[in-house]
Structure formats: C-alpha cells, structure tokens
C-alpha cells in the first residue's frame, strides 16, 4: 500500500509533483536492484520469480489518488532466497520520498521445495518410473510444508506447468495414462500388493 498527499488533477499540485520526481529515481533503484539480485540468484543456479497481480486506488477521475494498492508475489525456490528477497525489498523501500508512506504486509506464504537428487521421495518415484530429474517449478504446494515436517516430498504428475492456468490448457491424454500407470505402482508398493497394469 502506497499513501500521499491527494490533489485536484487540473492544478498538478505538489503532490503529483513530488510523485513526478521521486518514480523516476525509485524506478532506476528498482530496475537496478532487481537486476543485480536476478544476477546472483542465477550465479547461484537458483531463480525467483516476480508478478505483479493487481494495482488499484483512487476516488474519481480528476484526482490524484492519494492511495495505490499493489498485489504482487514472488515464487522463490529456496527459503535463502525468500529472505533474501524480503530484505532487498525493504531496502529499496526505504528510498522512497518522506511525504509517501509504504506499508507491506504478507497475505499468504508457501515453504518452498527445494529440488534434492538423493531424496527418498525421489528413488521411490524413479524406481516407480517416474521419468526426468527433479527440478525446481515456479509454482506452489503443499509439498514444502511436508518436507519442513520432516516427510520427504515430491511434486510429480502429468503435463508440464507451460501448458497450465491459462485459456485452453490441456494434458494430452498418453500422458493421463502415464500416470495412472504411475499411481497403480505406487499403490501397489505402499500396499505390498501385486502390479496390475
């Protein structure tokens, strides 16, 4: 939440003045900084992602809003990185004008699952014939929660995360079936019961 001085649009009042000037700096600090992040997290071979959802604020047309709501999240492979990202993000705020105010709250959160090789989760599921390496995904679960419970977890099922939440996804239908072979092996070894296929 961002919070000024409201103005009547027409006069162009210090208020939009003072926003006049301080985004062009704030906007270079931020362009600057999450370059410079975005390049240290890939050093590390890790990557977070950054969306903004949502801007809204206002009252009327002719008015300089004197508040702006901002919705915005970041997908982080690695508990690191979610700190990491928190504290750039203040530091950058802390450049902004006096005369604004900037509150943040987090509304929700998800443990990132860090992708392990020698995960037992993992030799199961290959053994299984889970197909390709584990990976990270720029997406959220309930499998870190597991995971930070102490339950080895995996995130593994058919289609790709390319094809997904948008118009017209899709899975194609061997891949159904891939899975449902998948599932029946597991069943099967949870329960010690015969592979039917």
């Known amino acids: ?23 062009s700096s704030r906007q270079r600090c931020w362009s600057w ?9 890939s050093m590390r071979g890790n990557r977070t992602t950054v969306n903004v959802d949502r801007i809204g604020g206002g009252t009327a047309i002719n008015i300089v809003p004197g508040c702006c709501e901002v919705l915005w999240e970041f997908r ?3 508990e690191v990185s979610t700190a990491a990202v928190k504290a750039e993000l203040e530091r950058l705020l802390a450049v902004v004008s006096s005369d604004v105010e900037v509150e943040m709250a987090q509304i929700a959160g998800v443990p ?19 197909l390709g390496p584990p990976g990270e995904v720029p997406f959220g679960t309930e499998a870190g929660f597991f995971e930070q419970a102490g339950i080895p977890s995996l995130v593994c099922g058919p289609g790709a995360i390319s094809q997904a939440h948008q118009p ?19 069943g099967a070894w949870a329960t010690g019961a015969e592979v039917r296929e």
């Open 112 to 130: 990132a699952l860090a992708a392990r090789n020698d995960s037992a989760a993992v030799a199961i599921a290959r053994a299984l014939g889970a």
């Open 1 to 23: 939440m961002v919070i000024g001085p409201p103005s009547e649009a027409a006069r162009r009042i210090p208020a939009i003045q003072a926003r006049e000037s301080a985004p």
């Open 33 to 41: 900084s999450w370059q410079k992040f975005g390049r240290t997290l």
């Open 168 to 186: 017209n996804e899709w899975i194609a239908s061997s891949e159904l079936k891939a899975v449902d072979r998948f599932l029946a092996r597991l």
């Open 76 to 78: 982080p492979p690695d």
